[in-house]
């Protein structure tokens, strides 16, 4: 395997973040090769999304061109706009009668509370982040869609910890799953061994201590290049969110809006079950990753205790 251990070692995935490190805001696109299938499902009570139910089981048309994570709230789901229109240059999208219609599932996450709540990425952002876009390893930490992130607010805001995008990959066989996730959660922050980033009791009681704890969401993409049905992809779905209770305690609260989209853009044969046990992996290092890579933006301090420099 490549010395690429992120999303974009999967064939033919490319990412592009576009950041503001003053207004504390960003957005990032996942252009996807083409055919693909793509799924999502969201756990958290509080999800802003574009294009969701598309990706349901059952609905026609299955194959993507991009997915778009944006910060800004439900502001940001305009960045997507920006999207369809340079994949509608590119010829790229649905074919239609009158000509492709480009597919941009979106999904937002809050981070107007630390930065410039005026500024949010909108349709020039979002086309900047698609022409970023680049087969490279991704750019980790305080980037992109993760620009904002937050973590670990649930106990108070002394408690509040810089959040963060990371990514993972993971092989089966010949097989690759590869993992992206903005961890921007109302929960601490664990790794999958149990040990402790942001501290916080292992088991959560007696509910938050703030009275409307802040309004959070991690939004996670995983890809792989072996050929999956749709249907069998909403496992992987499952196994991811199992991914993100283990590593955000609490999780999926009525605060977050927590969504996994699942794509499916290969033809590589592989087990379906160590494929699902690759991307419960993968999204686990993916949020641990993105929470150490992080840098303190906004007087919000990072784990690490990092500055930019």
């Not at 994570?69 to 439900?74: E, I, K, M, Y």
């Not at 790229?92 to 599932?105: C, D, E, F």
């Not at 996450?109 to 390893?137: C, H, K, N, S």
Request: aromatic share 4%; glycine share 14%.
């Amino acid at each position: 395997m490549s010395g690429n251990r992120t999303l974009t070692a999967v064939p033919g995935i490319r990412v592009g973040h576009w950041t503001d490190e003053s207004a504390i805001t960003g957005v990032t696109v996942v252009v996807l090769p083409e055919p693909n299938v793509a799924t999502a499902e969201a756990r958290g009570a509080a999800p802003g999304t574009r294009e969701l139910g598309l990706l349901s089981p059952g609905m026609r048309v299955e194959t993507i061109q991009a997915l778009v994570l944006s910060g800004g709230s439900a502001f940001g789901l305009a960045s997507a706009d920006g999207v369809v229109t340079e994949l509608e240059r590119e010829g790229r999208g649905h074919p239609t009668i009158a000509g492709p219609v480009p597919i941009v599932p979106a999904a937002i996450l809050y981070d107007l509370m630390i930065g410039d709540a005026t500024v949010r990425p909108g349709p020039e952002q979002g086309a900047a982040a698609f022409r970023a876009a680049t087969a490279g390893p991704v750019a980790q930490g305080s980037v992109g869609a993760g620009t904002g992130a937050v973590v670990a607010g649930w106990r108070g805001f002394e408690h509040l910890r810089k959040g963060g995008l990371g990514s993972a990959l993971v092989g089966v066989g010949e097989a690759k799953v590869g993992a992206l996730a903005v961890a921007n959660a109302t929960g601490d922050v664990w790794t999958p061994d149990g040990r402790s980033i942001t501290g916080g009791p292992p088991v959560p009681t007696g509910g938050p201590a703030l009275s409307r704890p802040l309004q959070e969401t991690t939004l996670v993409v995983v890809a792989t290049d072996a050929q999956v049905s749709r249907s069998d992809l909403t496992r992987f779905t499952v196994r991811a969110h199992d991914a993100l209770a283990v590593c955000l305690r609490p999780a999926h609260t009525r605060y977050d809006g927590d969504i996994v989209f699942a794509v499916s853009c290969g033809t590589m044969s592989a087990d379906l079950d160590a494929l699902g046990e690759a991307v419960f992996r993968a999204v686990a290092e993916s949020v641990v990753a993105g929470v150490l890579a992080a840098w303190t933006l906004g007087g919000v301090p990072a784990v690490t205790g990092e500055e930019k420099e």
